[in-house]
């Protein structure tokens, strides 16, 4: 079995990462009140995200991308992640939890001490996916009127002692 490799994406990734997102999050538009922002992603986004500081975190096997994530650049030790998925072929294998592993391990040692994230209260799957990871929902924030949705903010300290398990 060929292994998964986790590293940081560069320039030449952004159109297949692109795909991958699009790929990820189209299936979610039917199951929520409103658009997902993540399909609003573009290489020319991607690009400026790169040219900002942002890192982008990939898994890949042979090649063929199968999971990625986006830090914005760390502010006062505290950073965001946005985009995490999977390509649907490998959705609930392990790699998003493997690449928010890979990715924590990294950013600390950048000296990334907190990591802010934000799912949707219409995804409880994914709340429960990221407590299990150690994240705990910090504030709700309403949507826009007429959407009957909120954004559940995150948070998990990198050093803690539950985040070195």
């Not at 390509?87 to 990591?115: I, M, N, T």
């Not at 954004?151 to 998990?156: A, E, G, I, L, P």
Request: aromatic fraction near 6%.
């Amino acid at each position: 079995m060929t292994a998964t490799v986790f590293r940081l994406a560069d320039w030449d990734d952004l159109p297949a990462l692109c795909q991958l997102i699009q790929l990820a999050f189209r299936p979610l538009a039917s199951q929520l009140p409103s658009r997902p922002t993540a399909l609003d992603e573009t290489v020319a986004s991607l690009t400026g995200h790169l040219a900002s500081g942002s890192q982008i975190f990939l898994a890949e096997r042979e090649g063929q991308l199968l999971a990625c994530l986006l830090v914005l650049p760390p502010q006062n030790g505290l950073a965001e992640v946005k985009r995490v998925c999977a390509h649907p072929d490998w959705q609930g294998h392990g790699l998003g939890s493997a690449l928010l592993e890979y990715s924590e391990k990294q950013l600390r040692k950048q000296g990334v001490e907190e990591l802010i994230l934000s799912t949707r209260r219409q995804l409880p799957g994914n709340l429960r996916f990221y407590q299990k990871l150690g994240y705990q929902e910090m504030e709700r924030q309403p949507y826009p009127a007429g959407i009957d949705d909120e954004r559940v903010v995150m948070r998990k300290n990198l050093f803690s002692a539950a985040s070195h398990l």
